[in-house]
């Protein structure tokens, strides 16, 4: 990583990185290793199409703004089916979500499915 610094940063879904990934690997006869394995991991677990993500995230920006836009991310990835796969997502975060948050998170999400 000599010669390069980070311009930009922030987090992407799994779904918006197998778009970026497919994007800088068009036209590449023989992609780098790292690029081939990331590619097949993305294929394997990216459960959404990048469109879908990026309308589930705002969403969720929009249902509670306590919510960082990591977790946000980590949950549109997973995609949790009841409350406590959410709250396993939230174990780290320094605040608890009463049950009413859990339930609009889940609505939400249930409602792109």
Do not use: C, W
């Amino acid at each position: 990583m000599i010669g390069r610094k980070v311009i930009e940063e922030h987090p992407v879904t799994l779904a918006e990185a197998k778009q970026i990934l497919d994007k800088e690997m068009k036209g590449v006869e023989e992609p780098l290793y790292e690029q081939a394995i990331t590619a097949e991991y993305l294929k394997k677990f990216a459960k959404t199409k990048p469109k879908t993500a990026v309308e589930l995230r705002e969403k969720l920006a929009q249902t509670n703004e306590r919510i960082k836009e990591e977790v946000i991310v980590k949950i549109v990835d997973l995609l949790p089916r009841d409350e406590e796969d959410i709250r396993a997502i939230f174990a780290k975060e320094r605040y608890a979500l009463t049950k009413d948050e859990l339930n609009n998170l889940l609505e939400v999400i249930s409602g792109q499915e």
